[in-house]
């Protein structure tokens, strides 16, 4: 079951924040966030477990709901390096080790 | 430290021409996938293999697609006989299989255009 992602796409200038939602119908194990530039490939962001935990990466942070089976990835004064696009992917279950599954991505773009 | 190598990076072929990709993993890791990425369909999984052993092959398309992985150092992906509906960016990307949840490290891509 493909997670379901929002916005998007979305155009930020220098300096804005942004939130980009992941969820699903299936109760998830993990999710997986990743940003793809264009004509690259995708590079690792975080990964989060349930249990509802947040991470942060210098500007980017993300957070799992459990409840709600929803990761939010936050971007915080963004930078124009941050534009590309951001994938989620979750796997379900109660253990790792099972195939992730990928959204259909948000687009972000950073204008000066 | 190197990461996923894939080779080639760009093919273009004919119709009805065998196809073979390939992919070295990172030294260490044990899980080995393949995806597609189109336009239409996004980011699909083909297939996944955790120490050599393909564990899902649920997302290869049709009989046409097939997978290996002879040793923990290299796998391939063979389209024969390929078609222009199969052009799309395919990625390798290999993890450490372990309790817990371990990110998925992808390689540059092979470009494939059927023509």
């Known amino acids: 079951q493909q997670p379901v992602q929002s916005p998007q796409a979305v155009i930020l200038r220098e300096g804005e924040d942004a939130v980009i939602n992941c969820s699903s119908s299936k109760a998830l194990y993990s999710v997986h966030w990743y940003r793809q530039k264009h004509g690259e490939a995708p590079v690792f962001l975080m990964i989060?477990?349930?249990?509802?935990e947040q991470k942060g990466h210098e500007k980017i942070s993300a957070s799992f709901n459990e409840k709600k089976q929803q990761s939010s990835l936050y971007l915080t004064a963004s930078q124009l390096s941050y534009s590309g696009t951001y994938f989620c992917g979750t796997e379900i279950g109660e253990t790792s080790g099972s195939r992730l599954t990928f959204g259909e991505g948000t687009q972000l773009t950073v204008n000066p | 430290d190197a990461g996923v190598i894939q080779s080639p990076r760009h093919e273009v072929t004919e119709m009805g021409q065998e196809v073979t990709l390939r992919c070295k993993p990172i030294?260490?890791?044990?899980?080995l996938f393949w995806y597609r990425q189109t336009m239409m369909r996004g980011l699909e999984l083909l297939i996944y293999?955790?120490?050599?052993?393909?564990?899902?092959d649920s997302g290869m398309p049709e009989d046409r697609f097939s997978a290996k992985m002879p040793n923990a150092s290299f796998s391939t992906l063979k389209i024969q006989p390929s078609e222009p509906r199969d052009s799309a960016v395919y990625f390798c990307?290999?993890?450490?299989?372990?309790?817990?949840?371990?990110?998925?490290?992808f390689g540059d891509g092979t470009r494939l255009s059927i023509l």
């Open positions: 990307a290999s993890s450490l299989y372990r309790v817990g949840a371990q990110p998925q490290h």
């Open positions: 030294s260490g890791h044990n899980s």
């Open positions: 989060l477990l349930k249990g509802g």
């Open positions: 293999f955790n120490n050599n052993v393909p564990i899902d």
